[in-house]
Structures are given as C-alpha cells and as structure tokens.
C-alpha cells in the first residue's frame, strides 16, 4: 500500500471519527435542553405567576430552536460550500458546544428577572443555527473523504453519532434527576450535564483539526474561485433534488410519532390510557441503543444494492407500523406499544436514518452540496416537528378513532417520503467526481462490485 493510499485511510477515518463526534455533542446537547425543559427550566427560568415570562416559556418550550434552523441552513451552507467542510465543522461544533455551557452558567429568574429566560431563549436560537449546519456539513465531509464503494457505510456514523449523543444524555442526566435531592438538582445538579459539554467539546476539536479539507473542494478551489452565491445556483439549478430531499426527511414523522405524540397518548390522563411515564422514558433509550447497532449494516447495506430500495421500504413499513403502534396504546398494552414502537422506530426507520447522509449529499455537485442538503433537509425536519400540533387538532382526546386519523396521516406523509426517493436517481455507483450530474453514467456492477472489494480488503489490510 502506498503512502498516499495510506494518508486517505487516515483521512477517511478522522473525517468519520469528526462527522461522528459532531453528532454525539449535537445531539447530547439537544436531549439534555429538552430533558432539563421538562424537568426543572419551569421552576427556575420560567414562573408561572408571572404572565409575561409564561410567553417567553412558551416560545422556548414550542420548537424555538427550529425558529433559527432555517437562517442557520442558509448561512452555514453557503459557508461550508465557500470556505470549506472543515470550517463550517468547526463553526458549528464551537457555536453548539459554547452555547450549550453557557445555558448551565446561566443565572435564574429570581437572580436576574427577566433576563435569565430570555438568554435562555437566545442560547436556544444560537443552538438552532447551529445544528443547521452539522448534519449536512458532516456528511458532505465524510462522504468526500470515502473510498468509492464504501461512501454510505462511512456517512451512516453521522447518524450513530446521533442516536450515541441522547443515550449518552440519558446515562448523565436521568440518574441525577433520579437519585439527587430535589433541592440540590433544581439549585444546580441540573447544570452538571451542561457544563460537561466543554469535554466533547475539546476532543472534537482535536479530531477536526487534524482532518484535511476534502479533496473534491480542494480541487473545486483549484479550478477556480468558489461559486460565490451557492445558495442561488442550488435553488436555481438543483431544486427539482431540493424538493425531493425536503419531501424525504419528512420522515421525520417517525420519531416523532414514537417519543413526541405516542408518548403524548399513552401518558396523558386527558387521553384516559394511563401508561407510567417512567415507562416511556425507556423508548428513546431503546431505540437508540437498538439504531446503533443497526445503523453501519444498513449503510453498508446501501453500498452493495444502493440508496433508493431501503429508504423506500424502510418509509412505508415504517408508517404501516404506525398503526400497529397507535393501536397498541389504544388498547392499554404496554408490552405491544413497546415493541411496536422499537421495531417502527429503533429498526425499520433506520432503512431512512442510516442513508440519508449519504444519499443526500449524492444528489448535489460538490460546490451547492452542503447549502442545498442543509436547506432542503432543514425545511423537511422543520415541517415534521409542526405535526404534534397537528395531530392534537385532528384527534383530540375525546376522538374515538386517534390510531387511524394518526397512524393515516403518518403514513401519508411516509408515502411522500417513499415517492420522493423513488422518483430520485440512484448515487451508489456514481463516481464522486460525477455526483450532482444528473447525466452522469452508473460504473458497471461488476467493476465497482470489484472496486468495493478493494476497498474493503484495504480497510482491513489498515486495522491488521
């Protein structure tokens, strides 16, 4: 093996080690804000007997963070596509990371009035823009560093960094809700996993540092000057892909069906189901746990017969799975509700999860691609966490009939998913130089069967 061929393999594996990292501290960060929202933010940011402050409560409590997604999307991805994957990696990473610490330094109402929910606000909208950035960022990164062959088994770590970061959450922040004192948690046992961001922090930035800058951007900038408005071209170019990459992470239906309003149902007395909510508190644990696992096969998977099938499968088996889900809670069974929802979610959803981060950045040239997945994917994202809402409406407690309104627009909106990637061209053996041309010609199956067996006999030629 030659030293160049052994520097890439380096490269591959810090670049996915980083794309992973960013996940975990992105995540981490999301599970314990939405974790201490629950728990104790009520009590100290945001009394109830003041009316004003239950204003900024609400604002801060309903998706806030989504409000910045948008911004953040169109900001951070004309700055990964104009300066650099590693850059926009960096910026995201410190703006999440810094942000999450200075929620668990952040003073209380009674310290500082109305000044300590409206940081916390501010902090949420900071934390927003940044995570606009780091999945498409990441992916694009670790998907120009791959071997050809291998790209979706390296781009599916970006997702088990995600489903990593809220069981890592959940090992730091439950069991000090659990078994501190109350007084001590609320005064500040609740800042602990804050301020513990500083650690990941500081080794993703020891990672990203040493990760080059990819080599279809370095060649972009060799070429010539980057586009100067990425932003634009993607829209005016790529937008048919835009469309269906927006339609796609719809699928984001699924999870929230799961922890959002499954939960919802099954532990709420207004539905009259009665479930412990101790009990659901194990859902993401779970399925988490069981989407680690699950995730490197399934990218591997879409490497040997490519993106489209699994993401089609995994949308309409998924949303079927829904109304056995939905029924199951119906019908006050708390061990079907838990299996339904781990195989919906923890198993069959990751035909969607794993791929995605390579499949996305696929359908986009390398000087659009990060804007054009960070918009696309954002606006999909944006418009599933809208369903809760939705949901109540359509079916509120005293309907007779919440499976099947529920499970029927889940499973809608999954078709959308499922018609969007078939519609969408197949990316597995294009090679990276050609990805985002629509014209451009799939490698034989039998050569790049051949290529990916050298690329795998190699990966394993550089653990021995």
Known sequence: MTKIDTEHAVQTRRATASGWLGSVLEYYDFFIYATAAALVFPQIFFPSTDPKVAIVASLATYGVGYVARPIGAFVLGHWGDTKGRKNVLLTCMFLMGFSTIAVGLLPTYNQVGLWAPALLVLLRLVQG???????????????????????????????????????????????????????????????????????????????????????????????????????????????????????????????????????????????????????????????????????????????????????????????????????AISIKSVPLAITFSLLMWGVVYQGYNAIFPSYFPELFPARTRVSAMAIAQNTGTTISALLPALFTIVAPPESRSIPLIVGSIAFAVTVIAAMAAWTARETYRIRSQDLGDPNAKPVPKDEYDRLRAAAIAQARADKA
Request: aromatic share 14%.
């Open 129 to 327: 823009f940044a995570v606009a950035g780091e999945i498409s960022g990441a992916s694009s990164m670790i998907l120009e560093h791959s071997p050809f062959g291998r790209r979706g088994f390296f781009a599916s770590f970006t997702l088990q960094g995600v489903q990593v970061g809220q069981i890592l959450a959940a090992a730091v922040f439950l069991p000090l809700a659990h078994y501190m004192p109350e007084d001590a948690f609320n005064s500040w046992g609740w800042r602990i996993p804050f301020l513990l961001s500083f650690i990941v922090i500081i080794m993703g930035y020891v990672i990203r540092r040493k990760v080059d800058e990819t080599p279809i951007f370095r060649e972009e900038a060799k070429e010539g000057a980057p586009v100067r408005t990425p932003v634009i071209d993607a829209f005016k170019y790529y937008w048919r892909d835009m469309l269906r990459v927006a339609c796609m992470a719809l699928m984001n239906v699924i999870p929230v069906i799961a922890t959002i309003f499954g939960a919802a149902y099954a532990v709420q007395p207004a539905y009259g189901i009665g479930f412990a909510k101790d009990v659901y508190l194990w859902i993401p644990v779970l399925g988490n746990c069981l989407a680690v696992l699950i995730i490197p096969f399934v990218g591997n998977l879409s490497d040997r017969i490519g993106r489209r099938t699994p993401i089609i499968v995994g949308a309409l088996v998924s949303g079927l799975l829904a109304f056995a889900y939905l029924y």
